[in-house]
């Protein structure tokens, strides 16, 4: 019998067990003979200091068939139903990106194109949040649930949620939930390349034992173990359109009883901005900013100020913004932040990792030695325009009317990409539409329209006079589209006030074990 190929993933966390069900599961269901490895050492701490998933998680826990509920409980996760941008626009400024989709529980007019709910709402002057069922969950800080006479709870709409969690205790989950896969609890500590071609062979772990495989997964986040140290890959930097550099992380605690938020705040401040992402017992918080304008020590005291009381930073973390020229090389693939980072301000790691490794395993997961240049070319190309993609969007919010500190007034002058202006200039004349963006994942989630307009329009970049041209040109659909806006409104306002407060949902399922 052939033997089987070893795949090895080197790191565990979320990134890591993410891969490994992922490519596990699809080299099952494509009857790959292969067998899976994660190198994952009880010697390298990993300390969650929150992090946020977009709705893509959710999809990969009913993929998986994971209970949610018992997600939640074995995790301390919680809901995430959208960002607060606070201060971006300008001081006293906030707006709300709820990442549910009105256009799907909607049958639309013979040819209407879509995001035509969110161009009349723009039209019509009304915050394009409004007309989404997470837009007042969001202000009253609601789970989608309500509670039944019964005292069952039911979901209230169809759209997919995301998460906040310490993403240490989700990679722990996952390692449990995990079958079929040989965890080494070991350090790497060099390898062995083909003198011929420069693939990895082996690795040489700090136990003496040897891992030998013939395709490998860097999960060692910034360390970049293999694709950097080892293969010398390429990087590409974001740090002058993505002006921040630098985070200080600290955690905030949560009162018993208290109702937490179910949002990500992204709260803008005088060189960069806060992130609050609440757990079930604390938010997990930073500051990031740029060391160009501010000290660490200038840092903590301004976000003191801010909050009104000293904070525990723990630990002071330096970064390069940007992505690798090509996450794969030879027989190795980076994922997660060895492949990329941004700043946290999407959510963008995550996705990246689940997306990336669904387009590997339904594009290019095969016996390594079928695996061609050609394969690699198409994948590297695929993943630098997604990555590409989260740049431009996370830009996007740096176009603000805020001039007051000398780092607002550099954004403003010299930090706005090429892509960005681009994008917001052809906006000028035209309202966004899905079909402005070319698909280049295989029918995997991309940066849709739906992400960009409660930012667009919360930032005032949408022209008003733009959209009402738009819809002048169809009474009909615009007639629609306003019963449509008016309906939605009015029912998710009263779903909120059925919702379940965010605290009071998880104190109910912690109940049901």
């Known amino acids: 019998m052939e033997k089987p190929a070893h795949f090895v993933i080197v790191g565990g966390g979320t990134a890591g067990w993410l891969t490994a069900f992922i490519l596990q599961d699809s080299a099952k269901r494509a009857k790959l003979n292969a067998t899976f490895s ?16 977009t709705a893509a998680f959710r999809v990969f826990l009913k993929h998986f068939k994971i209970d949610e509920f018992e997600f939640f409980r074995e995790t301390g996760a919680t809901f995430k139903l959208g960002i607060r941008h606070q201060d971006w626009r300008h001081k006293g400024y906030t707006y709300y990106g709820p990442i549910d989709d009105p256009h799907q529980v909607i049958q639309p007019p013979a040819g209407a194109p879509h995001d035509y709910l969110n161009v009349y709402s723009v039209a019509a002057g009304r915050k394009v949040q409004d007309m989404h069922l997470f837009g007042p969950l969001l202000e009253q800080k609601k789970a989608p649930y309500a509670k039944k006479p019964d005292g069952s709870l039911i979901p209230l709409g169809p759209f997919h949620h995301a998460y906040h969690f310490d993403q240490a205790l989700v990679g722990q989950f996952l390692k449990r939930k995990s079958s079929g896969v040989d965890i080494i609890d070991a350090v790497v500590d060099g390898v062995t390349r083909d003198p011929e071609n420069g693939n990895i062979l082996s690795l040489q772990m700090d136990n003496g034992e040897t891992v030998e495989g013939d395709f490998f997964i860097d999960a060692t986040g910034f360390r970049k173990r293999l694709i950097l140290k080892e293969l010398q890959a390429g990087w590409i930097s974001y740090a002058n359109e993505l002006p921040v550099n630098r985070a200080l992380p600290f955690w905030l605690p949560i009162k018993d009883g208290e109702n937490f938020a179910n949002y990500t705040l992204a709260a803008a401040q005088n060189n960069g901005w806060m992130w609050q992402i609440p757990t079930q017992g604390r938010y997990g918080c930073g500051y990031v900013f740029s060391d ?6 200038e840092a903590k005291l301004e976000i003191e100020a801010a909050l009104g009381h000293e904070i525990e930073v723990r630990s002071d973390i330096q970064f390069q913004i940007g992505r690798l020229e090509n996450a794969w090389i030879g027989n190795v693939v980076a994922v997660g932040l060895s492949s990329s980072f941004l700043e946290p301000l999407e959510s963008t790691s995550i996705h990246g990792t689940i997306v990336q490794m669904m387009l590997f395993a339904q594009n290019f997961l095969k016996a390594p030695s079928e695996m061609t240049p050609d394969d690699r070319k198409d994948y590297n190309n695929r993943v630098g325009r997604q990555v590409d993609d989260f740049r431009t969007f996370v830009n996007t919010h740096y176009v603000t009317e805020r001039d007051d500190t000398a780092f607002w007034r550099d954004v403003k002058a010299n930090r706005i990409h090429a892509e960005t ?3 917001l200039d052809f906006w000028k004349h035209t309202m966004p539409r899905q079909d402005q963006f070319v698909p280049y994942l295989n029918g995997l989630p991309h ?4 992400l960009h307009y409660p930012v667009l329009d919360g930032l005032g970049l949408l022209d008003r006079e733009v959209a009402r041209k738009e ?6 659909l615009r007639a629609f589209a306003r019963e449509t806006v008016e309906s939605l409104t009015k029912e998710y306002r009263e779903a909120a006030r059925l919702a379940l407060p965010h605290e009071e949902f998880f104190r109910i399922i912690r109940d049901m074990k």
């Open 38 to 53: 994660v190198v994952e050492s009880t010697k390298i701490p990993t300390v969650g200091v929150g992090e946020a998933t």
């Open 421 to 423: 202006r681009q994008r």
């Open 447 to 450: 940066i849709e329209t739906q």
């Open 292 to 297: 160009q304008f501010i000290t660490p020590d």
């Open 471 to 476: 819809m002048d040109a169809d009474p009909k």
